[in-house]
């Protein structure tokens, strides 16, 4: 199906959730720059709200998110507190404008708070926003998630949900610090099946420490009894360098490269076979849901949440570090806790970081998200594209690629370098590749 070409991936490259990255954010942007942005919201403008919760019960050692443990209850409820008071801030700004399509609940592991927490927090967004019929998805950790929980989603109408799984094979779980028995997730699956979420998703990873061909296709046959209607298969990515936690994972362990190539052909393969549609790069989904079904209809997009089918193009992030993006900025909280508290708390926007986005960088970033979500993209207006051409001709003499006058056209077999291809259109990636994760 795919033919495996190491030269064309030895380069790291984003995933591209934003462009440009946020290893491109600077600190010469701030509150003013997010004041002036919220002011450019227009009034029946559909908005997106992302939350982040920066606790988990427990730390995998895998992970790259920006989370804490959640082992102290008033340092949890003093963040509830100022995520509430965020609400307000951010609302007192858009004073009545923007109409708020979804929100999105990440972390950490949202369900590291108490469901009574949850609860209060979603009647304030309610007091504070105009979100009536709002989409509403959350991240959870499955270990945990009792039947507290599954009625706490059903009365705030929580209609999608995303489960951490990675593996279902027990020795992989010792390796990355995350043991969560089979029978565990599947409780939890039946419980938000009667909660009313209509639209879960498993998070699975290939390329983990010990992991063989085996071992990957007892985790699919797994996940496909459970029938969740989204999967996404990730490529782990081991930065030791930049995630110290990972340096308790025995790098000696990790499948090479062609192992990892071999195993992301695997679960496209079983996935596909199953029923299920190919979307984007490394999501799965059965055809009637509705990123599949944007798929179809070519109105696939990408944000900080990966492939979806919302079309809003601000989107709001509240608490430490999260982005928001706006046509013209992508600007991020503090990521230190303790700063975020202090800016919340003396009524001030807490936004410390990001970039201000040229009309040049909204091309790239056009072009990019078109690659990635449709194949295909048309180019003019990039004015170093002969130079793109010419670093693209590799990708041309194997056949992954072809161009129809400045309109560039990914082939099926382009699948796994289309994150490599698209960041032909990135300037700046020269300078900063060792930042990022392998594209398979």
């Not at 965020?86 to 923007?98: N, P, T, V, Y």
């Not at 950490?108 to 105009?130: E, K, V, Y």
């Not at 996940?223 to 990515?237: D, I, K, N, Q, T």
Request: with cysteine; charged share 20%.
């Amino acid at each position: 199906m795919w033919n495996y070409h190491p030269e064309l991936l030895a380069t790291p490259v984003p995933r591209y959730t934003s462009f440009p990255t946020a290893a491109e954010f600077g600190d010469d942007v701030g509150p003013a720059d997010m004041e002036h942005a919220l002011a450019r919201v227009r009034e029946d403008e559909p908005v997106s709200l992302y939350l982040h919760i920066p606790y988990c019960h427990e730390i995998c050692w895998y992970c790259g998110c920006n989370t804490g443990a959640a082992n102290r209850t008033a340092r949890v409820a003093a963040y509830v507190q100022r995520l509430g008071e965020e609400m307000d801030l951010i609302a007192a700004k858009l004073d009545g404008r923007g109409r708020i399509a979804r929100i999105a609940w990440g972390g950490g592991s949202p369900n590291a708070l108490a469901p009574a927490q949850f609860s209060a927090l979603t009647r304030r967004l309610h007091d504070a926003f105009a979100c009536t019929g709002a989409t509403v998805s959350v991240e959870l950790d499955p270990r945990g998630f009792g039947w507290e929980w599954a009625e706490t989603f059903a009365r705030n109408k929580v209609t999608r949900a995303s489960l951490g799984v990675q593996t279902f094979a027990p020795h992989i779980q010792r390796a990355i610090g995350r043991i969560q028995p089979t029978e565990e997730i599947a409780c939890t699956a039946g419980r938000l099946r009667v909660a009313g979420v209509e639209s879960i998703n498993f998070d699975l990873m290939y390329g983990l420490p010990g992991q063989f061909s085996e071992d990957l296709d007892e985790t699919l046959e797994i996940a496909l009894s459970m029938h969740p209607e989204r999967l996404a298969v990730f490529g782990y990515a081991h930065v030791p360098h930049l995630l110290p936690r990972q340096r308790r994972i025995d790098a000696t362990r990790l499948p090479g490269a062609a192992a990892r190539f071999a195993m992301a052909q695997q679960a496209h393969r079983k996935l596909t076979g199953a029923g299920y549609d190919a979307v984007g790069f490394d999501h799965f989904a059965v055809p009637h849901d509705a990123i599949a079904r944007a798929t179809r209809a070519r109105t696939l997009r990408r944000n900080f949440q990966g492939f979806t089918e919302d079309q809003s193009e601000v989107l709001i992030g509240l608490g430490a570090s999260s982005i928001s993006a706006f046509p013209g900025a992508l600007l991020q909280n503090e990521k230190n806790a303790g700063r975020y508290h202090l800016r919340i708390a003396n009524g001030q926007l807490a936004t410390a970081r990001g970039i201000r986005r040229s009309a040049g960088d909204r091309r790239r970033g056009a072009i990019i998200e078109a690659l990635l979500c449709r194949g295909e993209a048309e180019c003019t207006g990039v004015p170093e594209l002969v130079d793109i051409r010419a670093r693209l001709m590799p990708f041309e003499a194997h056949g992954l690629i072809a161009w129809a006058g400045t309109r560039l056209l990914l082939g099926k077999a382009a699948l796994p370098y289309a994150r490599t291809i698209a960041a032909t259109f990135d300037p700046w990636r020269a300078a900063s590749a060792t930042r990022f994760s392998s594209a398979v």
